[in-house]
T-cell receptor, first 115, second 114 residues
Framework: DTGVSQNPRHKITKRGQNVTFRCDPI?????LYWYRQTLGQGPEFLTY????????KSRLLSDRFSAERPKGSFSTLEIQRTEQGDSAMYLC?????????????FGPGTRLTVL | AQSVAQPEDQVNVAEGNPLTVKCTYS??????LFWYVQYPNRGLQFLLK??????LVKGSYGFEAEFNKSQTSFHLKKPSALVSDSALYFC????????????FGAGTRLFVKA
């Protein structure tokens, strides 16, 4: 158990609906990352936060995607007007960037299916 | 731009034999390199990392990896494979300057036969 939790674990929605996912990182970790993973591919970087600041966003992240980490603890990823191409596993990871610690600890993911 | 290549979709080895899972990378500046493993229905787990120093790094479950700067490679190795090592392995790279965006390879599926 890595200590990163994600909810829900599965989400089925109809095209055009909005969805929101939550990630709770390991409590002392100051960095939080979101990735998307499709079948047969590695995790694809979406965005990351240091504390509450969103420091980088992938160009793949369209305007329909938004992420927040309001108090520097949990984070939410919202997808508006979902499309079938959004179907994927959405992964959250956290890390503690201090003293050489750079590895990320991943949650179990949220599997999104857009019908 | 950062990139990672894992040239083998699948690696098959017999239990007890040594295994190698290949990874090459491209990054501006010096790299931070990582290996992660993904078991079925479980999240990615960290195996090992190269940040600086000794080119041979040792990690969890008896795995090790060798950083080769001239060949821009970071191959994962284990002297004696176990059936329980069967999983999906991902190599990842991050530049040590300017940001913390981590790029993952497409993954290599390892099958260890008894």
């Amino acid at each position: 158990d890595t200590g990163v939790s994600q909810n829900p674990r599965h989400k089925i929605t109809k095209r055009g609906q909005n969805v929101t996912f939550r990630c709770d990182p390991i409590s002392e970790h100051n960095r939080l990352y979101w990735y998307r993973q499709t079948l047969g591919q590695g995790p694809e970087f979406l965005t990351y936060f240091q504390n509450e600041a969103q420091l980088e966003k992938s160009r793949l992240l369209s305007d329909r995607f938004s992420a927040e980490r309001p108090k520097g603890s949990f984070s939410t990823l919202e997808i508006q007007r979902t499309e079938q191409g959004d179907s994927a596993m959405y992964l959250c990871a956290s890390s503690l960037v201090a003293g050489g610690h750079n590895e990320q600890f991943f949650g179990p993911g949220t599997r999104l299916t857009v019908l | 731009a950062q990139s990672v290549a894992q040239p083998e979709d699948q690696v098959n080895v017999a239990e007890g034999n040594p295994l190698t899972v290949k990874c090459t990378y491209s990054v501006s500046g010096n790299p931070y390199l990582f290996w992660y493993v993904q078991y079925p229905n479980r999240g990615l787990q960290f195996l090992l990392k190269y940040i600086t120093g000794d080119n041979l790094v040792k990690g969890s479950y008896g795995f090790e990896a060798e950083f080769n700067k001239s060949q821009t490679s970071f191959h994962l190795k284990k002297p004696s494979a176990l059936v329980s090592d069967s999983a999906l392995y991902f190599c990842a790279v991050r530049a040590n300057t300017g940001g913390f965006k981590t790029i993952f390879g497409a993954g290599t599926r390892l099958f260890v036969k008894a």
